[in-house]
């Protein structure tokens, strides 16, 4: 079992900047992937960002240039820095891994982009 707990989320005006982490515990070992997905209210969860254990990164349509996923791996812990945030960004987030073709995931942290 992998645990993960999602930080960073809260009210920020259009423009603005936020880093999401996630830390993980647990049964760590095997995991290949990691990555940040988000669900606007009413809406199906959509990936936002996504890293292979390899370095290889894709990114929604979206969000490109404008939001990077990186990880620590010393810390076990997974980031999502987000630049010129907009109003459309407004959603709850989580992170997720997949280990052993078995994804996890956080309880979600909210990001609420607004003036």
């Known amino acids: 079992q992998v645990q993960l707990m999602e930080s960073g989320g809260g009210l920020v005006q259009p423009g603005g900047s936020l880093r999401l982490s996630c830390a993980a515990s647990?049964?760590?070992?095997?995991?290949?992937?990691m990555a940040w997905y988000r669900q606007i209210s009413g809406s199906q969860r959509e990936l936002v960002a996504r890293m292979t254990l390899g370095g290889a990164t894709n990114y929604a349509d979206s969000v490109k240039g404008r939001f990077t996923i990186s990880g620590d791996s010393a810390k076990n812990t997974q980031y999502l820095q987000m630049n010129s945030l907009k109003p459309e960004d407004t959603a709850v987030y989580y992170c997720n891994v997949n280990r052993y073709g078995i994804d996890y995931w956080g309880k979600g942290t909210l990001v609420t982009v607004s003036s």
């Open positions: 647990g049964s760590i070992v095997g995991i290949n992937a």
